[in-house]
């Protein structure tokens, strides 16, 4: 398999993986396929991956438990804002039931 192709392969299931990946977890994707990418291959792509996105908002990151793609930590203030936290907002009928919960209390 040609490396420009196995790059792009790992990208794709990186991006779309909700967990880190090992490298054997990696080569178990391609166990079907005629022609499979050594261990060896896989990790030659991976760290060639890394100096590939260097100029990029996202970085493949090797972490205990495998590789996983993420943003950068210089661009997290703007990427933070996508999950604002709204204060809560309580019923009445929950405000009441705090209410009499806390006169009661010993």
């Not at 990696?26 to 050594?38: A, K, S």
């Not at 760290?47 to 993420?70: P, T």
């Amino acid at each position: 398999m040609e490396i420009s192709k196995l790059k792009n392969i790992l990208e794709a299931v990186l991006l779309a993986a909700e967990r880190s990946l090992t490298v054997i977890q990696l080569e178990g994707l391609f166990e079907l396929d005629e022609e499979r990418p050594t261990r060896d291959e896989i990790r030659k792509a991976l760290h060639e991956m890394v100096a590939d996105n260097a100029e990029r908002g996202y970085e493949i990151k090797e972490v205990a438990s495998g590789y996983r793609l993420q943003v950068k930590q210089e661009f997290s203030i703007w990427v933070g804002r996508l999950w604002e936290e709204k204060p809560a907002r309580y019923t009445r009928a929950l405000l009441e039931t705090m209410a009499l919960i806390a006169y009661r209390q010993p």
